[in-house]
């Protein structure tokens, strides 16, 4: 019997490394916004974090510290790269910018959406409720859910084997969430578990989601504060 006998293809022993490698991408929601007028403030530029969300993305680059990270993405807007922003340099990496984990489109964009003094009180506003469940006022959850699927896709590519780190928003965090456990996907903002700077972490064992695990290194936050 030869070597070639007993020895088994390369492909196989690579393709079954693959299927036990664990990959974890954290989805990390960005930390406080600088918002002293309380506006929705979705995609506006210039919105950068306050202090104390500075003070939120360096605690959660401190837990990190210690994890195998080898790939950071953030969204475009300012506030998520900020908050990206000390976990690439204690890891010594780049920050990646992916549009798909950009803030949702939102027709309120720019108003206070405030109980009692906002945008919501007005009836010219009130048919961009007409339809709760798409929803009606902004991007599709659908649409949402796909993009974000896509950008924790690239993640895992990019640091297979390893640890991922990707800034996003409350929204799109969330949505992402409640899709990948099979939950229907308009909900009552009010409830969402999805703190400042919380991480959403997505466990995979080869290509396969085997746990998501959320907790929250920079502390609790109401979700129904506005501009948070």
Not at 98 to 119: C, M, P, Q, T, Y
Not at 126 to 146: C, M, N, V
Not at 179 to 184: D, M, N, P, T
Request: charged content about 20%; aromatic content about 6%.
């Amino acid at each position: 019997m030869t070597d070639a006998d007993i020895t088994p293809p390369t492909d196989d022993i690579d393709t079954d490394a693959s299927a036990q490698t664990t990959t974890i991408v954290h989805v990390l929601r960005h930390g406080e916004v600088h918002n002293p007028r309380g506006i929705l403030y979705g995609r506006l530029p210039g919105f950068r974090l306050s202090v104390h969300g500075e003070s939120q993305a360096r605690t959660v680059a401190s837990v990190l510290a210690g994890h195998d990270v080898t790939h950071v993405a953030a969204s475009p807007l300012q506030r998520a790269q900020e908050t990206a922003t000390p976990i690439a340099r204690a890891h010594r990496l780049p920050i990646v910018t992916d549009e798909n984990l950009i803030e949702a489109g939102n027709e309120f964009e720019g108003l206070k959406v405030s109980v009692g003094d906002g945008a919501l009180s007005r009836p010219r506003h009130w048919w961009k409720l007409r339809d709760p469940f798409t929803p009606s006022w902004g991007e599709p959850y659908l649409q949402i859910a796909h993009r974000m699927l896509a950008a924790v896709g690239n993640a895992r590519a990019a640091a297979r084997g390893h640890e991922a780190v990707v800034v996003s928003h409350q929204l799109p965090v969330w949505t992402l969430r409640r899709f990948l456990q099979g939950e229907r996907l308009w909900h009552d903002p009010r409830h969402r578990q999805c703190a400042l700077a919380s991480l959403t972490s997505l466990v995979y064992s080869g290509d396969t989601l085997v746990d998501i695990v959320y907790s929250e290194p920079a502390g609790a936050s109401d979700p129904r504060v506005t501009g948070a």
